[in-house]
């Protein structure tokens, strides 16, 4: 990873963008892309998708979702106090004590998460599941029309930190779920372009709204028709505390890409993947799928008549929280495994 790609990677982990408000993402994603791949087409609801090598018989999507989970506003009381909705799968036992910046049409406006302080709770408030309404945001409003100067009911919120590097080649983000599938996804074509006599078209898409219910890149799927598609997203991993391989196998950082097998992924490409990592001495693991892939794999397998599906993860631990962590390499070898495959496929399913 160059010094420019890092800086790519890190514009795209630290631009705010729930599912529905993917925007300034997706901007950030087109510019930086339609350098070495300018043919770049937008649908109605915001999936981007980057044809290369148009024109061939057959073809590759590659996809990552663009979207974060997140919160939106759906009350505010009397006294000035917002409560909120989750955007995507959200924990409320993690968000309290966050800050938050709330997504306004007028600028970022800062929030805390506030509930009760543990002096004041009861022993049974104190064993209570937290639910979503038992927290709420604090802006500083004094009373509820105060709040309103500020924030609408309906702006998104999004909580937890930027990307920071950590030890051992690691690195932390609120986003990784999903913002390493659209920067793979890029670097991917990126490498791509330098590939003489490619024998395919390559449609390089990053989506919306996967995580509000995986549906977003059927659209780019129904548009283009590939032979074959691949998504590229986060997995969680087994390597932390807690956690038994019996029920979920084993996925570390730091072993390389995660090459999922199973039911509705397409399991010859999914040994044509494995033979692209050996080809390339790539370190990778496996993982299954009983029926469901969880990625945007999922709807494309049903776009029109059917289309070969495989899914790329990048293990990553504490997913959904404000702390998903990574390995910096696992994303290298992750771009070097897709462009070996996608040389080298003949896209015969």
């Not at 993402?25 to 090598?53: M, R, S, Y």
């Not at 990053?206 to 998504?231: D, R």
């Not at 496996?286 to 494309?300: E, K, L």
Request: glycine share 8%.
């Amino acid at each position: 990873m160059t010094n420019e790609q890092k800086q790519f990677l890190v514009k795209l982990a630290n631009t705010p963008a729930p599912s529905g408000f993917e925007e300034p993402v997706q901007k950030i994603w087109k510019e930086e892309v339609e350098k070495f791949c300018p043919l770049i087409k937008k649908d109605v609801h915001g999936n981007l998708t980057a044809v290369h090598n148009p024109g061939k018989e057959r073809s590759v999507m590659v996809v990552g979702h663009s979207d974060e989970v997140g919160l939106i506003i759906n009350y505010i009381n009397d006294e000035g106090f917002i409560y909120v909705r989750p955007i995507g799968g959200v924990d409320p036992t993690i968000l309290a004590s966050h800050r938050a910046r709330i997504l306004t049409s007028k600028g970022i406006i800062t929030a805390v998460i506030g509930r009760t302080s543990l002096h004041l709770l009861t022993q049974a408030q104190r064993d209570k599941k937290l639910e979503m309404h038992d927290i709420w945001l604090d802006i500083g409003a004094k009373n509820r029309k105060d709040a309103e100067k500020y924030v609408s009911i309906g702006d998104p919120v999004i909580f937890g930190g930027d990307f920071e590097e950590m030890t051992n080649g690691t690195a932390t983000s609120r986003c990784w779920d999903n913002r390493i599938g659209i920067y793979i996804v890029a670097e991917t074509l990126r490498k791509l372009t330098k590939v003489k006599n490619l024998k395919h078209t390559v449609y390089g898409v990053s989506s919306v709204q996967e995580e509000t219910g995986v549906w977003g890149a059927g659209n780019p799927a129904y548009n283009y028709k590939p032979n074959a598609a691949i998504a590229i997203d986060v997995i969680p991993c087994s390597d932390q505390p807690e956690i038994p391989k019996e029920k979920f196998g084993v996925t570390k950082l730091g072993f390389g890409p995660v090459i999922t097998r199973g039911v509705r992924s397409n399991n010859r490409l999914a040994d044509e993947l494995i033979a692209a990592a050996k080809r390339k001495k790539i370190k990778h693991q496996m993982d299954v799928d009983y029926g469901h892939t969880w990625t945007d794999a999922d709807p494309i397998s049903q776009s029109r008549g059917g289309v070969a599906i495989g899914v790329v993860s990048v293990a990553t631990r504490y997913l959904h929280s404000s702390v998903e962590t990574l390995s910096l390499k696992d994303i290298d070898q992750t771009v070097e495994l897709l462009v070996e495959f996608i040389a080298k496929t003949k896209l015969e399913y």
